[in-house]
């Protein structure tokens, strides 16, 4: 499944989103 993938786009996206 692509859950580990998406997580992690979700979490540099959200860690580098300020």
């Given at each position: 499944?692509?859950?580990?993938?998406?997580s992690?786009?979700?979490?540099e996206?959200?860690?580098?989103t300020s």
């Amino acid at each position: 499944m692509a859950l580990q993938y998406c997580s992690r786009l979700i979490t540099e996206r959200a860690d580098g989103t300020s």
